[in-house]
């Protein structure tokens, strides 16, 4: 059953952005990869000393920084220096602390006990988790927007930019409107890109988690309750934001990461599905496997915790159904590699 559920998967990325990940696959066995000025990162080894080694400049072009930049006026946690920087992980942190975590956990709640109250008749499951990821970055960020109005704006924007993230692979392709859209309905626009980052990881890995479930028949097993080693391995196999983009800033002259020197402005796309070793059931190192879809080191994602609390609360909620997946279609739209309807109905 895992194979179904991993050639199901797969086929998430081949056709949601099937030449950029035809080429991730045809270089995976190679720890790092130079393609004229854009360094395709792989191994986890490369990756982690990519994050905790090299110096970064968060404000580079094809970066999420430099994205965040131009999405508003900058001062965003992306795109900040220095004791900025710091000081705004760390208000993000006690809003995404245990007790944080805790007191947004009524909110995605309340979503999954009027949405899936009905599954017995079957259901679209990416609707739901677009409405809970919205209500979550209406909470966090005090907008009084619709949840489903905000999930869409916050997908918009993600979508207009997704393409400057990787410019030596694809098109560039830029749009204001999204951004300006999603910036409106925001008490605070320096918000935008904290709510990009939300609601389109969540809305990339529940689904395709539940998926995963469904075809490798885990639902017993999360009956009994979903353990936290089973959401992290979960998350590690499916890698939701798969490419970590970013740049060598002028201070990296003189660096090297596995044999390959790394120049000032070098974009590197650092691949967190390989890093994450997403390939295989076992990887090599298990903890730093699972840490690295989420970063690591003073760049690690802070929502990591919300992430696995929510990705838990969705399991459990479907477990009591046991669905089995009646059909999925991959987004191609999308930023991140996800579905735009997963239908499921209860096992009968």
């Known amino acids: 059953m895992n194979a179904l559920a991993r050639r199901r998967d797969r086929q998430v990325y081949l056709r949601s952005h099937p030449a950029l990940f035809a080429l991730l696959a045809a270089t995976r ?53 220095g004791a900025e920087h710091r000081a ?41 988790v677009r409405e809970l990821a919205g209500a979550t970055a209406a909470a966090l960020t005090g907008s009084t927007a619709a949840p489903l109005d905000l999930a869409r704006a916050a997908a918009d924007a993600a979508s207009a930019t997704a393409r400057e993230h990787l410019p030596s692979l694809l098109p560039r392709r830029r ?9 409106r309905i925001l008490p605070d626009a320096l918000d935008a890109m904290l709510v990009v980052a939300a609601v389109n990881t969540t809305v990339a890995a529940l689904p395709r988690a539940a998926a995963w479930c469904a075809d490798a028949g885990l639902w017993d097993e999360i009956s009994a309750g979903p353990a936290p080693q089973l959401v992290g391995e979960l ?3 499916t890698a939701p934001s798969p490419i970590l983009p970013r740049a060598a800033a002028p201070s990296a002259r003189g660096t090297a990461v596995a044999g390959c020197p790394i ?4 974009r590197l796309v650092l691949v967190a599905r390989h890093a994450a070793e997403s390939h295989r059931d076992t990887p090599a190192d298990p903890a730093a496997a699972v840490q690295a879809v989420f970063g690591t ?12 609390a929510q990705l838990a609360d969705f399991l459990a909620a479907l ?20 579905y735009s309807s997963l239908l499921v109905r209860p096992r009968r």
């Open 175 to 183: 749009s204001p409107y999204a951004a300006l859209e999603l910036t």
């Open 235 to 237: 998350l590690r196999l």
């Open 319 to 338: 477990a009591r159904h046991q669905p089995t997946v009646r059909r999925a279609t991959v987004d191609r739209r999308a930023a991140l590699p996800g």
């Open 29 to 81: 066995h190679r720890p790092v990869v130079r393609l004229g000025r854009t360094v395709l990162v792989h191994s986890p080894q490369a990756y982690r000393e990519v994050l905790t080694r090299v110096p970064l400049d968060r404000t580079a072009s094809g970066t999420t920084g430099g994205a965040a930049a131009r999405l508003t006026d900058g001062g965003l946690l992306f795109d900040q220096e």
């Open 297 to 308: 080191g003073p760049h690690a994602c802070p929502g990591a915790r919300l992430a696995r």
């Open 263 to 266: 120049r000032p402005g070098d």
């Open 88 to 128: 705004t992980r760390r208000e993000l942190a006690e809003h995404l602390s245990t007790q944080g975590v805790e007191r947004l956990r009524p909110v995605w709640q309340a979503v999954l006990d009027h949405r899936l109250s009905r599954l017995h008749d079957g259901a679209d499951l990416v609707p739901v």
